[in-house]
């Protein structure tokens, strides 16, 4: 019986710690996050937010999914509950809009509904190694952080990390950086499942 290759057989098992499925709606979101985890020597797998997630993390497991909670192609919760279900051993870690608080009820109920954790998506390079401890912590993977190569790669894509670091793209024009920075939005944003609020 011939058995099909995995997508992570080009990967050498010397070299790898972790396989990380990342899913992302903004595809400069999807490669930071890919630059990011492979600066710590783990296997990124990127996996378009429109694919049935569950099925592909089920038939290759990987050891956490990075997942953006925004594109409104699926129902953030249900997906956490069908993992939480099927796939228990998977945690999932919620992105949401960079440079967004996330509000302390929003994260417990996710964690609730089956999310090992929610953060929002990497903006400014002073911000990244934060949400990089957030994943590990959540993953429950041993420390340290390779800082030494996450600034390496940061620099790579044209970030410091300094307080006045520049943005990946998508630009954001100073006067809106400083307005946003002097104080967060409220909390108007609603979650989106086909055109329908998701509770």
């Not at 420390?143 to 520049?166: C, M, N, W, Y």
Request: hydrophobic share 40%; with cysteine; net charge negative.
């Amino acid at each position: 019986m011939q058995v099909s290759p995995s997508p992570f057989a080009h990967l050498s098992l010397l070299t790898v710690t972790k396989t990380v499925l990342v899913a992302q709606g903004q595809p400069w979101q999807a490669q930071l996050w890919k630059s990011v985890l492979e600066s710590q020597r783990h296997a990124v797998v990127l996996v378009s937010p429109q694919a049935d997630l569950v099925e592909v993390a089920a038939t290759h497991p990987p050891d956490l999914m990075v997942v953006d909670m925004t594109t409104g192609l699926f129902n953030p919760y249900a997906f956490c509950r069908e993992c939480r279900s099927r796939l228990p051993d998977i945690p999932v870690i919620l992105t949401h809009h960079p440079r967004r608080r996330i509000e302390p009820a929003e994260r417990r109920w996710a964690i609730y509904q089956g999310a090992a954790e929610v953060i929002p998506g990497l903006a400014e390079a002073d911000d990244i190694l934060h949400s990089l401890e957030q994943v590990y912590k959540a993953a429950r993977w041993p420390f340290p952080i390779d800082t030494a190569a996450l600034h390496a790669v940061l620099e790579q894509a044209g970030l410091r990390p300094e307080k006045d670091s520049s943005l990946p793209s998508p630009p954001v024009a100073p006067e809106e950086r400083q307005e946003q920075t002097a104080a967060p939005p409220p909390a108007k944003y609603r979650l989106m499942y086909r055109g329908r609020p998701v509770e």
